[in-house]
């Protein structure tokens, strides 16, 4: 069973930075796709970010375009996502998420459409 590991969250004030990162348990796992998701208090869990394997595409929620930025690191088998220019609404448990095989571009910003999850990691922001 492969297990994500998320790190990273913590406290900033808006218009900081934060930089999450989550590393799969096996070092044999290969992703078809990586996901960023988050839930605030009280709210439905959202999609964030996404990267598929195939064709090295990226997918953002309209919300964090451009101040966020997903990015893998096959080498230490890792998915991170740098934000910046953080803002209140940011404020959420951040949850990375693992597919196996192959999805369909359309299917990224499912959260059903994900294998595994990691435990999640609370970013707070504060004005």
């Known amino acids: 069973q492969v297990q994500l590991v998320e790190s990273g969250g913590g406290s900033v004030q808006s218009g900081g930075s934060l930089r999450l990162s989550c590393a799969a348990s096996?070092?044999?796992?290969?992703?078809?796709?990586w996901g960023w998701f988050r839930q605030a208090p009280g709210q439905r869990r959202e999609f964030v970010a996404a990267?598929?394997?195939?064709?090295?595409?990226?997918a953002y929620a309209d919300s964090v375009k451009g101040r966020f930025t997903i990015s893998v690191d096959d080498s230490k088998n890792m998915v991170n996502l740098q934000m910046t220019n953080l803002e209140p609404g940011d404020t959420a448990i951040y949850y990375c998420a693992a597919r196996v095989s192959r999805p369909i571009l359309s299917s990224l910003s499912v959260g059903s459409q994900y294998d595994y999850w990691g435990q999640g990691t609370q970013v707070t922001v504060s004005s």
């Open positions: 096996e070092r044999t796992f290969s992703s078809g796709a």
């Open positions: 990267w598929r394997r195939s064709g090295g595409n990226t």
